[in-house]
């Protein structure tokens, strides 16, 4: 990734987490729990038509590598 595309990054996350204060502090208490192997991740979306798409999937210990990056 170049330099011009992680500062459009940081812009886009900083007004994010201006118009959505609770998903910075989740990701914070979520990263200070850490990530564990049979940790269950679920996403939800749904559209203002009524639909809504969700996956989940049950962390394995090849998963919790790629959760350290994150941190």
């Known amino acids: 990734m170049d ?3 992680l ?7 900083k007004t ?3 118009n959505h ?4 502090a989740f990701v914070e208490d979520v990263k200070k729990k850490g990530a564990e192997k ?3 991740l ?3 979306i749904r559209y ?3 639909t809504e798409l969700r996956c989940g999937v ?3 210990d090849s998963d919790i590598a790629l959760f350290d990056i994150f941190k």
């Open 3 to 5: 330099l011009g595309s």
């Open 7 to 13: 500062l459009k990054l940081k812009q886009a996350w």
């Open 16 to 18: 994010f987490s201006a």
């Open 21 to 24: 204060p609770k998903v910075p």
């Open 38 to 40: 049979d940790m269950e």
């Open 42 to 44: 679920a996403v939800a």
């Open 48 to 50: 203002p038509d009524g």
């Open 58 to 60: 049950r962390l394995q």
